[in-house]
């Protein structure tokens, strides 16, 4: 299984438990301003910037030293390419539900959240769980929880658990139906491996691999 997407199946399962061909890359003439364009909506790169701004400002408050927070820079150094996957994966995670009929409710949503803030000591234990492992702000926390749900019952409707192909197989249809598509700065989008994967035109400029915490 693709790396990324082992990590996002245990980011999945976490609050259970706690090669086709690749799509057509879309330029800058086709989606101007755009950083994914899912189901004929953008993702602009103002909105990934400021995702992407939101966890190193969380990361920022979340330690007072220079050092450490270097350190935890360093440990997220694909945080732009990273965050851009959660972004597209999240809707294509939505679209496969909203296709089984799931729906998750608020209630669910904060009984989730109690249950996992009590494992983690708290609130602000939970926060930073969410945000060393996975990349989540706290602002986000709730909407990721949200999502959690929404994979583990699409996976129980399914007979099966996140980790298994047939959930990943529902994942992959949501993204054929999507039509996802990625500009060609940050990779394309691989609907078998339900992942963004690094572009291979080498004449594309990757403006993601050397990043610094004052431009992500």
Known sequence: MHSRRRRTALLLSAAIVAAGPLLTACGSEAHPGAAAVVGGQRITVSQLENRVNEVRAAQR????????????????????????HGMVLDRVLHRAAEDAGITVSRKEVQAMRAGLEQQAGGAKGLEMTWLQQYGIPPQRLEDNLRLQLEAQKLAAELGTDTSQPVFWDALSKASRELDVDLNPRYGDWDVQKVSRVDAKTPWVRDVTTAESPQTT
């Open 61 to 84: 408050a979340a330690v007072t030293d220079d050092t450490q927070y270097a350190q935890a820079v360093a440990q997220t150094g694909k945080l732009t390419r990273d965050t851009l």
